[in-house]
């Protein structure tokens, strides 16, 4: 009798192998559909807004009407919720008029005390905060972050969710989201009386992405110079990041197609959002030198952000120097020239300038920040749970330095050794 392959064992294996398979060429095929890879990319419908509300910003440990919930318009006339943040000292020497005045949402900012102590004083300084995907303003560290910022400096702080975040009207896209972007600083320049020159533009992941593009748009077309445009977590373009993402670090997304460059080809070809931030940052550094303007380009990542891998912030880093250089250095070159300038602060850990005129490009990597805990604390049954994420570094000491070095308030190091 001819040797039989038992039938069990190979329905397991198919449904084992087939099942996974069929749901992950499923995925692909909804992803292909914009509207589906946008909802996807951006998570924008992921929000906490159904158990507190937004304009009780008392609730993430904020002083009474410290922060001021209030709208504003984009040119095509989308509605973007925002909060304005006092910096804590400012607020400290008004306490009693600000906590007197009525508290939640405002329908007019400009009649408000925090808008005249942000708009009467000829050297306050703004930092503009852009989030990346997923949920609204107050979600997640976001407000710790905004913390960090304000506590114990003299920033005042504008953080606004885009269009589809949070109470924001619309749906997000590329273009619709520099739009946003540009209301907030036209918002900050027009309406507040905020020159450029005192204004950070501050971008996390998919900020940092917002923030280069808004940068660009107003360094090129407008001839504005900000303070300072500090990118935390960054990435080259969506299609690279996206190529080789996985996550939390370890679950691949598209990964596996790597296997099959062509048919990984096809697929971020029909990514709609490219946010082609490397190729924005070499624009923006070339048309500032050109006209001999001044930035401060600081990137910062953590070294185990599992998330967008730092690698990407290298990328970024030799983009925003190839718009100092007349012609191309090649790899091997730039390398070396790269580690000429660049000081090691331990393992993980250095710090890397490359200045020309009134142009200074730093890119740091931090060895912390890419991590945080589930249980902080030990539990007989669980210990402590650590997962990897790309969201602690927003508080580090290292976000903070890099807004104070744009205002002119931390020198930059004036020796460098060999890494």
Same mark, same amino acid.
């Given at each position: 009798m001819a040797n039989t392959v038992p039938l069990v064992p190979v329905l397991v294996a198919c449904l084992v /192998?087939?099942?996974?398979?069929?749901?992950? /060429?499923?995925?692909?095929?909804?992803?292909?559909?914009?509207?589906?890879?946008?909802?996807?990319?951006?998570?924008?419908?992921?929000?906490?807004?159904? +158990?507190?509300n937004i304009n009780e910003p008392e609730q993430w440990g904020f002083a009474k009407n410290q922060v001021t919930p209030f709208s504003l318009t984009?040119?095509?006339?989308?509605?973007?919720?925002? +909060?304005?943040?006092?910096?804590?000292?400012?607020?400290?020497?008004?306490?009693?008029?600000?906590?007197?005045q009525p508290t939640g949402f405002t329908n007019d900012i400009t009649t408000t005390e925090n808008f005249r102590l942000l708009r009467d004083d000829p050297t306050a300084k703004l930092i503009i905060s852009f989030h990346g995907n997923a949920a609204q303003l107050s979600q997640g560290v976001r407000p710790q972050h905004y913390r960090s910022l304000t506590a114990h400096s003299p920033h005042h702080l504008l953080a606004l969710d885009y269009r589809g975040f949070?109470?924001? %009207?619309?749906?997000? %896209?590329?273009?619709?989201?520099?739009?946003?972007?540009?209301? =907030? /600083?036209? +918002?900050?320049?027009h309406t507040a009386g905020v020159d450029p020159a005192r204004i950070v533009l501050?971008?996390?992941?998919?900020?940092?992405?917002?923030?280069?593009? =808004? =940068?660009a748009l107003f360094a090129l077309e407008e001839g504005r110079d900000f303070a300072g445009v500090v990118l935390v977590a960054g990435f080259s373009s969506l299609p690279k990041m996206l190529s080789g993402y996985a996550i939390a670090g370890w679950v691949p997304v598209l990964r596996p197609l790597g296997w099959w460059p062509w048919l990984l080809g096809e697929v971020?070809?029909?990514?709609?959002?490219?946010?082609?931030?490397?190729?924005?940052?070499?624009?923006?550094?070339?048309?500032?030198?050109?006209?001999?303007?001044?930035?401060?380009?600081?990137?910062?990542?953590?070294?185990?952000d599992g998330d967008i891998p730092c690698r990407e912030d290298d990328r970024l880093?030799?983009?925003?120097?190839?718009?100092?250089?007349?012609?191309?250095?090649?790899?091997?070159?730039?390398?070396?020239?790269?580690?000429?300038?660049?000081?090691?602060r331990g393992k993980d850990s250095f710090v890397a300038t490359w200045t020309e005129g009134d142009v200074v490009i730093r890119q740091e990597l931090f060895p912390h920040g890419g991590e945080y805990l589930i249980f902080p604390r030990r539990h007989a049954w669980c210990g402590r749970l650590i997962v990897t994420g790309h969201n602690s570094v927003l508080y580090y000491a290292s976000v903070l330095l890099a807004v104070m070095r744009s205002f002119d308030r931390v020198d930059e190091p004036v020796s460098q050794m060999h890494r």
């Open positions: /192998i087939g099942l996974p398979l069929a749901l992950y /060429i499923f995925f692909l095929g909804l992803c292909g559909i914009p509207a589906v890879q946008r909802n996807f990319l951006y998570s924008h419908k992921i929000h906490t807004l159904w +158990w507190k984009t040119a095509d006339n989308q509605t973007l919720y925002a +909060w304005h943040i006092l910096p804590l000292p400012l607020y400290a020497q008004h306490e009693t008029t600000l906590a007197g949070g109470l924001s %009207t619309g749906s997000p %896209t590329e273009h619709g989201l520099i739009l946003d972007a540009s209301a =907030a /600083i036209n +918002w900050a320049v501050l971008g996390h992941s998919l900020g940092t992405a917002v923030a280069s593009a =808004a =940068a971020m070809g029909r990514v709609v959002d490219k946010w082609e931030t490397a190729g924005r940052l070499e624009g923006l550094v070339r048309g500032v030198k050109a006209r001999g303007g001044r930035l401060r380009l600081s990137l910062v990542h953590a070294r185990n880093f030799k983009a925003a120097v190839g718009g100092l250089l007349e012609g191309e250095m090649d790899a091997e070159s730039f390398e070396a020239e790269k580690a000429r300038r660049t000081v090691v």
